[in-house]
């Protein structure tokens, strides 16, 4: 697909270059799959491991609706979100987590069309498996449209015996069908006449047509047939999500089409000698834009110039949001970072801020665990149509307020992280796709951040941008049973590119945090580059705040400048170590209250004990690592006194 349509495309309407193309695969090259961070060329949604690219779309619909349900974006015309999809994709778990939540969420807009050649990486799958798709996606709300036939078999089958030929195609096994297309028109021949041939109407049809001929007619399926494609496109006059089930050859085109080894295969150089005289390519212009073609390059430009593919950059841009310096919190004597989290969430929601209408939370039914709920109660479920909490109607008492409606500022997922992670990369990139921007702040428990961890790489190696609150997490969850301690997810947030990860132990950290990710998450590569360049602080990112439910006793203090930076930066020192130092005791999170109690013990003999509070690992090992390049470019310069400093 990636070859055969996206490039060839972007290649005509100059969006890719011929030095990223022969560069193919290659350091800085055109990418193998479709990427908008590595590729130049204008791609809505990267493609990720197989099955995240598909569901993006679906997600990114929902992203559309609750936008424009908010009165933003209504000067442009409603998108469709398509993907083009794998028939052996579809064996991805979260493609069917995806399609249900779809269907909770009132879908629309959405194509999916998927390319059935009925072969996988490995061979041929299974027989009947179209019936299977058609049944699902019908169940839960989708038009199904199947598309088998070309324009060349329809024709056929209006000719005397063309019934017979039809029923013969629709009974052949996927093995037989397949093997036939790379045998070629002398083995269809045979087995055709073997099997229907009648010495009537079904044997003239099939034997007015030279070996070629019926090779090209039984390849003729609807999924290369440009005329049956757009006419199929062409009758969609609604808004309903719709299965293209479109049936085409694996390696249509190619020596080796149909063969069931052909996913990996290359052309020898003779096949490819072959290609070239087939396709009327003179030797030295295989890079010319149009070679080959029979229509004047002058006639075939001009039409180019005017698709709407080519109007201009179809990657939007947004505003920053003005983001506070510092957020309001009333911090009670003894708190966990998790209650912090939502009593910041609950003084936002309070807000007529700009910034407080844009924020987006989202949570796999673990909304009210995670303290959402004030926040929720504030601002609202949303869903396009209003929904009653029958519980308030019925004066039943509860906590919280389960009002739906398309004001609301909230969207309840059922417990699913991949989902979770999928729809936070569509808020996350809603400024680029829908013009609009959105903070999207995303909650679960931290130790299930494994089961999503695909979907929030691909999230992140699109550039989205959101904020991950992962709650509760640690060793302190040990009541709950072992499944449910996070001892790894550190590791995680140290490794992933594109995620700042945080685990503040005070709610004062939290709230500093907080602010900072606010802003960072809008950050573009807009800022010039400066000392703190190794932590992404110019084109910023997403950030995974390490949160806990443990109560500790919180410190009073005054909350400065340079606190504060150093908060953000990774780590401060909470007990400066003296000059007689020989012990520094390092910690992080809701560990806090053992680290200050060993420090407090090993004073009664040691002398100038210090202590280090690391608020973030990530930061603090990324700064750490790049001190000795930036102290051998600037040898006195800030870098060194930090590595002293932290050391």
């Known amino acids: 697909m990636r070859a055969r349509s996206i490039t060839p495309s972007n290649i005509c309407s100059a969006r890719q270059s011929r030095q990223k193309l022969e560069d193919f695969r290659g350091y800085k090259g055109a990418q193998s799959y479709p990427s908008r961070t590595k590729d130049t060329d204008d791609v809505d949604f990267s493609t990720g491991s197989v099955g995240l690219g598909v569901a993006q779309t679906l997600f990114s619909s929902l992203v559309q609706d609750y936008v424009r349900a908010h009165g933003w974006g209504l000067e442009r015309p409603e998108g469709r979100m398509i993907a083009l999809v794998g028939d052996a994709e579809l064996d991805e778990g979260n493609i069917f987590e995806a399609i249900l939540e779809g269907w909770k969420q009132g879908l629309r807009n959405c194509w999916w069309v998927i390319d059935y050649n009925r ?232 807000e007529q801020t700009e910034l407080a209408d844009r924020i987006v939370t989202t949570s796999p039914d673990v909304t009210v665990s995670t303290n959402l709920g004030p926040w929720v109660n504030r601002r609202g479920l949303f869903a396009r149509q209003k929904l009653a909490d029958t519980f308030k109607s019925e004066r039943i008492p509860s906590t919280f307020n389960w009002d739906f409606s398309p004001k609301g500022q909230h969207i309840e997922l059922g417990i699913a992280e991949m989902n979770l992670f999928t729809l936070l990369s569509a808020l996350g990139l809603s400024h680029a796709i829908n013009g609009e921007r959105l903070i999207p702040i995303g909650t679960l428990y931290d130790p299930f951040i494994q089961r999503g961890l695909d979907a929030l790489n691909y999230a992140c190696y699109q550039e989205a941008r959101f904020i991950l609150v992962a709650t509760p997490s640690g060793l302190s969850l040990a009541p709950e049973g072992g499944a449910h301690q996070s001892i790894a997810t550190p590791l995680i947030g140290i490794a992933q590119d594109g995620l700042a990860a945080f685990e503040p132990a005070f709610v004062d950290e939290l709230a500093a945090i907080l602010a900072f990710a606010f802003d960072y998450v809008q950050r573009a590569g807009e800022s010039e580059s400066s000392e703190r360049n190794w932590l992404r602080d110019e084109t910023g990112g997403s950030v995974y705040l390490r949160l806990s439910t443990r109560p500790i006793e919180q410190i009073k203090r005054e909350m400065t400048p340079d606190l504060r930076q150093a908060i953000v930066d990774g780590a401060y020192w909470l007990r400066k170590p003296g000059p007689n130092c020989q012990v520094v005791v390092a910690y992080t999170g809701a560990v806090a209250p053992e680290a200050i109690q060993a420090v407090g013990l090993m004073a009664e003999d040691r002398r100038d004990v210090g202590l280090l509070a690391v608020t973030s690992a990530d930061r603090l090992n990324a700064g750490w690592t790049a001190a000795p390049t930036r102290a051998r470019a600037r040898p006195r310069s800030c870098a060194l006194a930090y590595r002293k400093t932290a050391g």
């Open 119 to 350: 072969q996988s990486l490995d061979a041929v799958i299974r027989e009947g498996l179209w019936a299977r798709y058609e049944a699902l996606f019908q169940a839960f709300g989708w038009d199904v449209v199947i598309l088998k036939y070309g324009s060349l078999l329809n024709e056929a089958f209006l000719e005397p015996g063309g019934e017979g030929l039809r029923q013969w195609i629709d009974n052949c096994p996927n093995q037989l069908y397949s093997a036939l297309v790379f045998q070629g028109g002398a083995a269809w021949r045979r087995r055709l006449l073997d099997e229907i041939g009648d010495q009537g109407a079904v044997t003239r049809l099939i034997e007015a047509r030279s070996d070629e001929e019926l090779a090209r007619l039984m390849t003729n399926l609807a999924g290369h047939d440009l005329p049956s494609l757009i006419e199929a496109f062409g009758k969609i006059d609604h808004d309903r999500p719709i299965c293209f089930i479109c049936y085409t050859i694996k390696g249509f085109g190619l020596p080796f089409a149909g063969h069931k080894d052909n996913h990996a295969g290359l052309m020898t150089p003779a096949q490819v000698e072959s290609l070239r005289l087939a396709m009327n390519v003179r030797p030295g212009h295989e890079w010319d834009k149009f070679e080959g073609l029979s229509i004047a390059p002058d006639t075939l430009q001009a039409f180019l110039d005017h698709v709407p593919f080519a109007e201009g950059e179809r990657r939007h841009r947004a505003a920053r949001l003005p983001a506070p310096a510092q957020l309001r919190v009333t911090i009670q004597p003894v708190m966990s970072t998790q209650a912090g989290f939502g009593a910041l969430l609950n003084e936002l929601g309070r």
